[in-house]
């Protein structure tokens, strides 16, 4: 006999979707060597997720991540601002900021980012600015 479920909130239901994206990141999704032939897919469980919860962290950070390493730059920039917007001194949408403004040969922007970075975590910002030089020239 098969028992059925209850009708769920909207709250529950929200925690139990974003469970689910989250299982499904930690457990289902490819590696990022991977992760440009499922790319789309990531994309879209990504984009569900910041339909429920615009601000979700997480998923902002990592689609900002995975559009740079897709090399959809544009995007990667609106999410990473956006995960500013949330919280000024991550480390890590700062540096990948950086480094698609040196993608872009836009040096001045990319140093203000090491710039940023530099008072946030030293040694960070010491590797973008070995990534600036890298991509700049």
Not at 16 to 45: F, Q, S, V
Not at 75 to 83: G, I, L, Q, T, W
């Amino acid at each position: 006999m098969k028992k059925r479920r209850k009708n769920l909130g909207w709250r529950s239901k929200r925690i139990r979707m974003l469970r689910g994206l989250i299982t499904t990141w930690g457990r289902r999704m490819p590696p990022w060597d991977n992760m440009r032939k499922r790319g789309d897919e990531a994309i879209k469980h990504f984009h569900r997720a910041l339909r429920i919860t615009p601000k979700y962290y997480g998923a902002l950070l990592n689609l900002g991540i995975l559009y740079y390493e897709l090399g959809n730059f544009t995007n990667s920039v609106k999410a990473f601002e956006r995960v500013l917007g949330i919280n000024a001194t991550e480390n890590i949408a700062i540096y990948h900021l950086g480094l698609v403004y040196a993608e872009w040969k836009d040096i001045d922007a990319a140093r203000a980012q090491a710039a940023i970075l530099k008072k946030l975590d030293p040694e960070m910002a010491e590797e973008l600015a070995q990534q600036i030089v890298l991509r700049a020239y």
